[in-house]
């Protein structure tokens, strides 16, 4: 447990062993910042339970509890029915669109 | 001084390879030599009637055969209760202190599959730590074996160290032709004979401290020698290897987004990712390596002492183009740059 935050530790994924930005909540911060810009290009979003869930919300209200990020593209396609795949053409220009 | 999980876990290696391709043959060579004789062996034959365990059992008794079946797809239920019994048994003293394990999967077996049973069970994975991959390549078989066998291709792929078998059984021009087959297919795989005594440095326990920057700095360096523009068309159109190059930091969340996305999305053609990652919170790189849809556990390295400071990603790909790769690196994650 984060002594400064009281954040239990999470679910092991490669993605939070990365480097250290301040507490765990802090993490979380910037870490859900980054899954927004890209979930936002398909009008998804994410938003943190507790310091140690997410929640994936869709654009018409649907809703699921991921623990974390490789199980979060999972439950992106399953809701979607399709993966979010950063190799196609229509994503990656409206990526671009979004950083000129 | 206090250990790190890094530095206290058992490293779990694996041989793996083809079938056929002198696999047991290689565990016996390096299980002759003195300093492995603190390794617990963990043999998976594919077939009624184990052999393998039997020919290695005269060298080295602390062997488990895993029953019949294949490692990756029915098995890793049995490579966890197997890697806890040892442990249970080494806690015990029923089994002398072993300081390694190597796993030898059957010729037809996916080592992203095998990595995932220590990364993804909590149990394992705060004992044991992923060791290296070790492949071996049948230098007779291997031309005709990488253009009708897909699994060839991600065995070698996902490879640390390559083992060339059998390469007396074959002429200079056959052997160069291997060697420019290895070069698309997995160009940062050490390269090794089998009957070479460098054979007996696989499976090296876990360095420490500055010796252990020290040798992954020297496995990095290799990174530098793969060209970023290949200069022919690979031997097989579907196998290309994509490096990335980037001189400013990354930031990390944006790379992690972007490459578990990727993963998700075409893990099974990525066959391997690997390199390092220049991240400006961090004093040193941060080292990368996966197979496939497993990622390792992120490696820091203290200094960047020795290497270019930039981020150094090589990624070998199966029917995707390795500049769209570049592209979404770009688009996704050196946004951040400015």
Known sequence: MCGLCGIFGERTHWSTQGVSRGTSRRQRFFRLQAINRVLSLVHYSIRDFSGTDYVLCSPTGAQSMVREMGQMWQDLEKMRGRPLDPLDEATLQAMQGRNP | ?338
């Open chain 2, 1 to 338: 001084m206090r250990m790190t999980h890094e530095e206290d876990a058992i490293p779990v290696g694996i041989l793996t390879g083809f079938l056929g391709s002198g696999k047991t043959t290689a565990l016996r060579r390096i299980l002759e030599a003195e300093a492995f004789g603190d390794s617990a062996v963990l043999i998976n034959e594919f077939g009624e009637v184990g052999l393998d365990h039997i020919l290695v059992g005269e060298i080295s008794p602390d062997v488990v055969l895993l029953n019949s079946g294949c490692l990756c797809c029915t098995l890793r239920g049995e490579l966890r209760d197997a890697l806890s019994s040892l442990l249970t048994r080494r806690i015990r003293k029923e089994v002398p202190p072993f300081k390694r394990v190597i796993v030898e999967t059957t010729g037809i077996a996916q080592p992203s599959l095998i990595l995932s049973t220590v990364f993804a069970d909590p149990q394992i994975r705060h004992h044991y730590t992923v060791g290296d991959v070790v492949t071996t390549v049948d230098a007779v078989h291997a031309p005709s074996q990488s253009r009708q066998e897909a699994v060839w291709l991600e065995q070698v792929a996902s490879a640390d160290d390559l083992l060339i078998t059998k390469a007396d059984c074959v002429g200079a021009s056959e052997l160069n032709e291997i060697n420019v087959l290895l070069d698309k297919a997995n160009p940062t795989a050490r390269r090794l004979d089998v009957h070479s005594n460098a054979v007996l440095e696989l499976f090296a326990l876990r360095q420490r401290g500055e010796e252990a920057e020290r040798a992954k700095r020297r496995r990095l360096t290799a990174l530098s020698m793969i060209p970023q523009q290949p200069h022919d068309k690979p031997h097989y159109t579907s196998v290309a290897t994509a490096r990335i190059v980037a001189t400013t930091p990354v930031d990390w969340e944006s790379f992690g987004v972007w490459l578990s996305m990727l993963l998700h999305a075409h893990g099974h053609n990525i066959l391997r990712v690997k390199g390092l990652l220049y991240i400006e919170e961090s004093d040193g790189p941060v080292v990368i390596q996966g197979v496939q849809h497993v990622i390792h556990p992120p490696e820091h390295l203290a200094s960047w002492e020795g290497l270019a400071r930039a981020t150094d990603l090589v990624f070998i790909l199966r029917g995707l183009d390795p500049d769209l790769i570049k592209r979404s690196f770009e688009v996704f994650v050196r946004r951040t740059d400015n």
